[in-house]
């Protein structure tokens, strides 16, 4: 995370669109801030990153990336402190899983001082776009995308690594309600679950618009073999409490080493809650919920922080889970937001100071 000598080529924006926003309402990933950065890989190696005016960009109708989905990226927040310091969470995380995808999509590893140095500059540059309001904060989005042209289905040769910034507040506004998957698969083993592919996300609009028409705003993931164990859900991870113990699937190469989810295990331990993290078989689920020991289900991620699920269905059966006071749900969200928001004690070094 060392800022080395990066050679950052920098072009500023004439002019700032951040007076035409209305912070008030932001919607999740509408708005962009000023500025983007952008380095493009070519010859073997990436090349002098920059940081331009946002804007469209353009590339030929056969690049790779259009016709085979050699893309992947990270979802990460940097957050103000009442004193308006900014502060990323865990960001060593994002770099080294970003690495991880663009190596399970064959596309070359990105350099760590291009992304801190560029993410730092980019962040300092567009910093009156980061919101102050309470549960706001500045979505970051890092992408790298083929951009070779020629559909031969092979490895592009040339790519370029972005990073665009959107303020926002959370993802999910109130409580979801999820659909538990019984014939779609999100990965399967051997697959690209674990990485942050883009493919991962499309391949589940299909099957979220169903459950989007049946009243459900998400899936929960089950294994592709037989349906039988809950895994994730596709925008976040999930957490189960049956009655004081908390459940969640481990992560594999189906599910997503999602940065919230390994924070609030940690938490979750040091704090002497009761966890199980292992396998979740769907019958002991519903089990629970028809005993009535099942008191929450939560979804944990970057852009969803932690989303208390209110509702689940299972062939057919709808199970509405019962409104509890001082929540884990909450409890996590709070000590996170608290460590996030600089407004705790950051016992783990979790918080990175913007430079
Ligand atoms: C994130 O939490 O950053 C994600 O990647 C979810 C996104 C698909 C909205």
Redesign the pocket.
Known sequence: MSLALTPLKITKANNSRREEVDFDNLV??KVFTDHMFVCDYENGSWQTPQIVPYGPISLEPSAKVFHYGQAV????KAYKDPEGKTWLFRPDQNYQRINKSLERLAMPAFPESYFFDGLNTLLKMDDAWIPTAEGSSL?I?PFAIATESGVSASPSTKYKFMIILSPAQS?YSGEVRVQIAEKYSRAASGGTGYA?AAGN?AGQFFPTKLANEAGFQQVIWTDASNHEYLEEA???NVFFRINDTLLTAPVSDRILD?V?RKSILTLAKDNHFKVEERPVLVSEIVDAAQKGDLKEIFGA????IVSPVCAFSHQGKTFELPKIHDSFAERFKTMLNDIQYNRAEDPYNWRYAVK
């Open positions: 999740f990933g990226f990270e979802g990460m979505y989005r993802y942050k996300y596709g925008t976040m999602g919230t991620g970057t852009a969803a």
